[in-house]
């Protein structure tokens, strides 16, 4: 290891705050010491560096060349060492994220981003919420969440998107036939799966009929795998123990659903920020993941 001498860290703020006011009294006199200290301090560095910092004459104070040449690293050097205090000195971030999440997200990537973000600011708790993005998005309307990651319901509220998902027919495909009615398994209205189901059929002219409703996703995934009927799922989020409807069978083609980030003014801003930018950060790239079989729900 060398044991070459090093500058510190004053030495440097010394040289920078006589650089930016132009003489060694005057900085002394912003930094509340004394000339010889400037001076001696910058001594010090030259001495260190094995280079002249500045011209001095009885009229002024200039920078010479190596000066110049280390005034571009001092700063950035105490710049950098401001931020690093700035980051180790503030507090983590605390307070009661109300936070609303669709049922497929919280089952299958939420308990990672949370063991994350927790880590990272553990002085805050958690209010969660799970279920329809119709339910979320009334409660966010209504204030009482401050954070919805939803399915986006035909442009209700703005949000920022995160990513497109296409919606597959997922059921027994013995059931589908040209000559019978389609029976469904579906979400309450309103549910954008439901419309997208809805729609597509009488699009192609044929006939329907719900036979089994649940609200939530365990219910759904329940009647499909007993057989009662078909339902339309975000292709991420099909379970192992269901299966896609081939193409044979006939049914129309399903549209892509957006999953989105929504937020409600509050005093917890920094809190929401920092969930958001948690979400975004931990699901870079989701759109061009393959389909996930380990997760459950659509809403």
């Avoid at 001696?40 to 002024?60: C, I, N």
């Avoid at 059921?171 to 979400?187: K, M, N, T, Y």
């Avoid at 078909?230 to 299966?243: E, K, M, N, S, V």
């Avoid at 193409?247 to 409600?264: F, I, K, N, T, W």
């Amino acid at each position: 290891m060398s044991d070459r001498p090093v500058f510190s860290l004053e030495e440097l703020r010394v040289f920078e705050q006589v650089a930016r006011s132009g003489g060694f009294t005057s900085a002394a006199s912003m930094l509340g010491t004394s000339q010889s200290s400037v001076s001696q301090q910058v001594g010090r560095l030259e001495a260190t560096l094995g280079h002249k910092l500045f011209d001095r004459t009885s009229r002024s104070v200039r920078l010479t060349p190596s000066g110049e040449s280390l005034l571009i690293y001092a700063r950035a050097i105490l710049s950098l060492t401001a931020q690093t205090m700035r980051h180790f000195s503030q507090p983590g971030l605390s307070g009661p994220l109300r936070l609303g999440i669709v049922e497929d997200f919280a089952a299958s990537r939420l308990p990672l981003i949370l063991s994350m973000f927790r880590r990272q600011h553990p002085n805050f708790t958690l209010n969660l919420v799970t279920g329809p993005s119709s339910h979320l998005l009334n409660e966010l309307e209504a204030d009482r969440l401050e954070v919805v990651l939803s399915m986006q319901l035909s442009g209700r509220i703005d949000a920022d998107p995160l990513w497109s998902e296409p919606l597959i027919w997922v059921g027994d495909p013995s059931i589908v036939g040209d000559d019978v009615r389609i029976p469904l398994v579906a979400w309450p209205d309103p549910s954008e799966p439901r419309k997208a189901m809805l729609d597509a059929l009488m699009a192609a002219g044929r006939a329907w009929t719900v036979v089994a409703e649940s609200s939530g996703v365990t219910g759904i995934h329940a009647a499909v795998a007993s057989g009662f009927g078909i339902t339309a799922l975000a292709r991420r989020f099909i379970p192992a123990y269901l299966g896609p409807v081939p193409p044979e069978a006939g049914l129309p083609s399903l549209p892509s659903v957006d999953y989105v980030v929504a937020r409600h003014g509050s005093q917890h801003k920094e809190v929401i920020d920092a969930f958001v930018a948690m979400i975004r950060a931990a699901n870079g790239g989701i759109g061009d993941e393959p389909a996930a079989a380990d997760s459950d729900d659509q809403t």
